[in-house]
């Protein structure tokens, strides 16, 4: 008897362990609903091609992207903080069923021209 005790006591002591080690908590980005990283993008194109993502530029911090003021003309994409990166450029932007870029998971923050 005292060997299967030993053997489940390991085991109990193992489980326990193993579901209280940091391992599997979540980050608090990830609870908060927040992404892990932003990248800022400036709209180089003109509306209708917000889905080539090569129109989207990169800036560097998010200073530049709050100094970026939005020019007032016909309604355009102007800016955009995206989750996603690839060569200065963001690898998904969705959209609307107007073409504009939808705020959410992968867009965090969307600015239009106004």
């Known amino acids: ?6 053997g ?3 085991v109990m002591l193992g489980m326990l362990l193993a579901f209280g080690t940091s391992s599997f908590e979540k980050s608090k980005a990830v609870l908060k609903n927040k992404p892990l990283s932003s990248y800022y ?10 889905s080539n993502l090569n129109l989207w530029d990169q800036l560097s911090s998010l200073t530049d992207y709050n ?4 020019p007032i003309g016909s309604t355009n994409s102007c800016k955009i903080i995206n989750t996603t ?5 963001p690898t998904a932007v969705p959209l609307d069923a107007n073409g504009f870029p939808v705020q959410g998971t992968v867009n965090t923050d969307v600015k239009l021209k106004q």
């Open 67 to 70: 100094n970026l003021t939005c």
């Open 85 to 89: 990166n690839s060569a200065g450029h």
């Open 8 to 10: 489940i006591v390991a």
């Open 1 to 6: 008897m005292k060997k299967y005790l030993t």
């Open 41 to 50: 993008y400036q709209f180089t194109g003109t509306h209708g091609n917000e």
